[in-house]
């Protein structure tokens, strides 16, 4: 979604257009709308004999200060080695084990988490069941873990995840360009970068320019997820916001660099949702 702020307006030039790849986070959804991947064994609860009481259905929202109902309330399949779904941390107990900042640092280690997300994924793979409920179940618990991985992994979708499930803020929404509009000092930067492009693009010198600010760009993305790992570790909050619709517009700063070619003197950036 493009940035409709008039001073925004200003740098949104026709020229090459990237969005940030930062969507907002999807809900569990059908298995068979998924590409999931999952290796477990499974057993099915018999059924009980007393009168079956109606049971809640798993909250929707993944920051759930509760457990996930069990398998054997839901009368889902049961998937041995399956993790805590209740959110995105709890299902990563080892790397994480005390939870979401302020109770656990905002930075995680990467290759920890993915050495756990790949055990988990070892114990849940749809492939090794035959169409049914369990292969059902299998696909989600697979889809649900990729989704926890990807979103933690990345600081940015891991920033925008924590404000919008813990927070209620949600950067990325339709009134975000209102809402969470960006500072006049950031948007400066942004201009100056908009310039240098117009003014070397076409020149035998742009692509190295551009390569320099390639680089300027990476510290600038590199200060601002230690300025927002700082905010959410300590619990401000609205400092995390302000750092975050920064961090926002500086990966759109670096897809549109990264698709710039040579003779190329302008560049659209766009404040994706």
Known sequence: MALRSPLTRQICRPGLSRSIATPAQPRLTS?????????????????????????????????????????????????????DITNYYTIFPRTIPAG??????????????????????????PDKYPAGAAKQHAEGLSARINEAHRTLADPLQRAQY????????????????????????????VMEVQETIEEVGASPEGEAEINALRSANDV??????????????????EGA?????????????????????????????????
């Open 100 to 125: 979401p900042p302020p109770a656990s640092p905002f930075e995680i280690p990467v290759s920890d988490l993915r050495r756990e997300f790949l055990q988990l994924q070892g114990a849940v793979h």
């Open 220 to 237: 600038r993305i590199g200060a601002c997820v230690g300025a927002l790992a700082q905010a959410f570790d300590r619990g401000d909050i």
């Open 31 to 83: 298995p068979s709308q998924r590409d999931a991947c999952v290796l477990c064994r499974y057993r099915t609860q018999p059924a009980r004999v007393q009168t079956p009481v109606a049971t809640p259905a798993i909250t929707r929202r993944f920051a759930s200060t509760k457990s996930a109902a069990p398998a054997a309330e839901t009368g889902e399949a049961t998937v041995v080695g399956a993790p």
């Open 162 to 189: 924590l404000l919008r499930e813990w927070h209620g803020i949600d950067v990325t929404a339709e009134d975000a360009a209102t809402k969470h509009a960006l500072d006049p000092e950031t948007l400066m930067e």
């Open 241 to 273: 916001r302000k750092e975050c619709v920064r961090l926002r517009f500086w990966y759109s700063v670096g897809e549109g660099l990264r698709e710039w070619e040579p003779g190329n003197t302008e560049i659209r950036l766009v404040h994706g949702s």
